[in-house]
């Protein structure tokens, strides 16, 4: 071997990194395989609505298909450990909800099977307000009267949600705690049982996700009182805020994001937050999402959403929400 070709040798990983690294910077990552979108929540349900509709979005934007897959169970722990222990490559990733991205760390406490740290976020799709129902028959009309009567009946009233820890259930006890009322609560797997039973009567109030709730309080199966958001609902405008009915400064809304295992690349975690961002500004997905109750996230100064504010959004809503579940106790044992 001459001298020459032993330096050009020598020389080949220092010429070859800049040619690397201008092939790495050419182009936004692009996904070789489906991607699996995890649903931590049975099909139906708000939840796996958005999901679905998400993904149907993701799959145009990346040229690839995303492919949902429901694994539910522990209040959505199931499948966000599955996510959270996944290969950090962008093919798979987490339909996250208020619970857990937030509520379930507090409600689960120790036996949570993964750390805020584990998963790191993408971007949000969008917020839902909840809305507060009492059965038909009972003898109220607005949320002043449901205070009335809780506190005359003193723990007599029951409540439904879709589950322990759910946004529903954790939006009841703020009510609680704010109105200084007792009412027992009655969890169910979801929020089409506890839907039933509140229409059949067995449960007296309910809370659940504008969406799952919308049809049945337009029908008149039960009797809606008020919506948990900061405004008026536009899918039913004639309710007013639990803000307006009495209890000021009170907010709360379901949120529904994309989650990934921490480690991902920083390039995987650039071309998802933009396709997200892009969704969250598409007038198409605006209307779908209109349709339902749904509202923008608005993370950022042009009405998307980014990366970073929702790794800041979720961390105030984990404060926010244990110190809730600190008030009332509302633990899984």
């Known amino acids: 071997m001459t001298i020459r070709r032993r330096s050009m040798l020598a020389l080949a990983p220092t010429l070859a990194a800049p040619a690397l690294q201008a092939r790495a910077q050419a182009g936004p990552w692009t996904p070789t395989r489906p991607i699996r979108l995890v649903i931590p929540f049975t099909p139906a349900g708000t939840t796996d609505l958005v999901g679905r509709i998400g993904a149907e979005r993701l799959s145009a934007r990346l040229g690839q298909q ?8 522990a209040g959505g722990n199931v499948g966000a450990e599955f996510v959270a222990k996944a290969e950090p490559d962008g093919h798979t990733l987490l339909l996250t909800t208020i619970g857990t991205g937030a509520i379930n760390f507090a409600v689960y406490g120790d036996k949570m099977p993964y750390r805020p740290q584990d998963l790191v976020a993408a971007g949000l799709f969008i917020r839902v307000p909840n809305v507060l129902m009492v059965r038909k028959d009972l003898p109220v009309g607005s949320i002043a009267d449901l205070t009335a009567l809780a506190k005359a009946r003193n723990g007599g009233l029951n409540y439904g949600t879709a589950g322990i820890g759910s946004s529903p259930h ?6 609680k705690i704010m109105a200084g009322i007792e009412m027992t609560h009655v969890p169910y797997r979801g929020s089409a049982p506890m839907l039933t039973e509140l229409i059949a009567g067995r449960v007296d109030v309910g809370m659940d996700n504008i969406p799952s709730a919308l049809a049945h309080c337009r029908e008149g199966s039960v009797k809606p009182l008020a919506t948990t958001g900061t405004r008026r609902s536009s899918v039913l405008p004639n309710l007013p805020t639990m803000d ?8 709360t809304t379901a949120w529904f994001g994309v989650l990934a295992p921490a480690g991902l690349p920083a390039a995987v975690l650039a071309r ?4 997200i961002d892009g969704i969250v500004k598409e007038p198409a997905f605006h209307a779908r999402m209109a349709e339902f109750g749904g509202e923008m996230p608005a993370l950022t100064p042009d009405g998307g959403s980014s990366a970073a504010g929702f790794e800041r959004f979720m961390a105030a809503e984990r404060g926010k929400w244990a110190d809730v579940v600190r008030r009332s106790g509302a633990k899984v044992e």
């Open 66 to 73: 995303v492919v949902v897959e429901n694994r539910a169970g």
């Open 170 to 175: 954790v939006c009841t006890e703020l009510y």
């Open 244 to 251: 307006e009915a009495g209890l000021k400064g009170f907010e």
């Open 272 to 275: 998802l937050e933009r396709e």
